[in-house]
């Protein structure tokens, strides 16, 4: 609902008190299922390529603007020139059983004077996709942002034509909120984008649906899900 002003003109709800956020820290995201660490290619780089190799074919490096990596030498080449900064920072997922690391994330266009951060260069190795241990990586990360941080909104963009992105943004409860024709050029193509958005005002019932869903209660005896991150929202809604 929008405020109005003195002359009943609609204005956004007010900020009262507003304080500039924190940067990120590199301080290790630890859960039940996985911890989130920063990258460090010295330490992670086998590992991580050891993890993408498992993958019958290069289809998850598509909307990446960068790779395949052939050669172990020129990924961890990348990752000591690419992923060593501060915006992006990158962390890596430490799978809590084997403690590998198996798929990367990373803090982008971070802004805390306006309180807003995007989550971006997902690449989740077939050993992590579909699992507890990415949606549990995916929640550490969130609750860092809304409740140790206090940023007002997360991002998540991608490739308007990368559906397996589109439907995992909406699985953990973004909102779609448009496309950006033609935003950016890579890998020599166009790609229009697709933006979705999260807030603070939406992270409570978010942050509950992921507790229960995380829950081993939400679990049978094959480790299957009894219900879903959408079907837990729809009814704490």
């Known amino acids: 609902m929008n405020h109005k002003n003195t002359y009943g ?21 630890t859960g039940k299922w996985c911890r989130v660490e920063s990258l460090v290619p010295e330490k992670h780089a086998a590992e991580l390529f050891a993890a993408y190799v498992k993958q019958r ?9 960068y790779g395949p990596f052939e050669h172990f030498d020129d990924y961890q080449n990348w990752l000591t020139k690419a992923c060593c900064g ?31 951060i995007e989550v971006g260069h997902i690449h989740f190795s077939p050993l992590l996709q579909k699992t507890p241990v990415a949606t549990e990586a995916m ?12 940023y007002r909104r997360y991002e998540w963009k991608c490739d308007a034509l990368n559906a397996r992105s589109r439907i995992a943004a909406e699985r953990f409860g973004f909102s779609f909120e448009g496309l950006f024709r033609q935003a950016t050029l890579y890998k020599n193509r166009n790609r229009d984008t697709a ?23 939400n679990f049978d005896t ?9 079907q837990i929202r729809e009814i704490l809604h």
């Not at 074919?57 to 603007?65: A, E, G, H, R």
């Not at 979705?196 to 081993?216: C, Y």
Request: aromatic share 14%.
């Open 57 to 65: 074919n290069d289809q998850d490096w598509t909307y990446l603007p």
């Open 86 to 116: 501060d915006d992006p920072l990158y962390h890596v997922i430490i799978e809590a059983e084997t403690n590998k690391a198996v798929g990367v994330a990373s803090f982008l266009r971070i802004q805390p004077g306006i309180g807003v």
């Open 195 to 217: 933006w979705f958005g999260m807030t603070d005002r939406e992270w409570p019932l978010i942050k509950k649906a992921f507790q229960t869903w995380l829950s081993p209660d």
């Open 139 to 150: 929640f550490l990360m969130m609750s860092r942002v809304f409740d140790e941080l206090c």
């Open 9 to 29: 003109q609609p204005i956004g709800y007010p900020v009262n008190d507003w304080q500039e956020c924190a940067f990120p820290p590199r301080s290790t995201m």
């Open 222 to 230: 094959q480790g299957r899900q009894k219900k879903s991150l959408q």
